[in-house]
């Protein structure tokens, strides 16, 4: 049974940083594909990061600059690392890795969120206020 359970959520001020931390429990499927996704409320679910096992990496344009993914494939541990907060990132934020996916498919994974089956944690809060 696979799960991805996230942590790291809170509340912040505007300009305030967090890190999210998704820790997997399944090597093989946190090696592969792993993103970041969010959902305010009244809002679909969008791509936020998404990052292939070569280590190649697609942002959304809100969070380029500001937001870093990264993962340690040893550890099952993927991170995002949020700087520059701003009050339009307030969401839930999900932790998810693709069962199966090609390297160009991972990343055009982060602008078609439905696009890949796989698993879903149950989600941070971030508040940005």
């Known amino acids: 049974h696979v799960q991805l359970v996230e942590s790291g959520g809170g509340s912040v001020q505007a300009g305030g940083s967090l890190r999210l931390t998704c820790q997997a429990s399944?090597?093989?499927?946190?090696?592969?594909?792993m993103g970041w996704f969010r959902q305010a409320p009244g809002k679909e679910r969008e791509g936020v990061a998404v990052?292939?096992?070569?280590?190649?990496?697609a942002y959304a344009e809100s969070v380029k600059g500001r937001f870093t993914i990264s993962k340690i494939n040893a550890e099952k541990t993927l991170y995002l690392q949020m700087n520059s907060l701003k009050p339009e990132d307030t969401a839930m934020y999900y932790c998810?890795?693709?069962?199966?996916?090609?390297?160009?498919?991972?990343?055009?994974?982060?602008?078609?969120?439905?696009?890949?089956?796989?698993?879903w944690g149950q989600g941070t809060q971030v508040t940005v206020s």
């Open positions: 399944d090597y093989t499927l946190s090696a592969n594909c």
């Open positions: 990052i292939n096992r070569r280590g190649s990496t």
């Open positions: 998810a890795a693709a069962a199966s996916a090609t390297l160009l498919r991972c990343l055009q994974w982060r602008a078609n969120p439905n696009q890949l089956g796989g698993y």
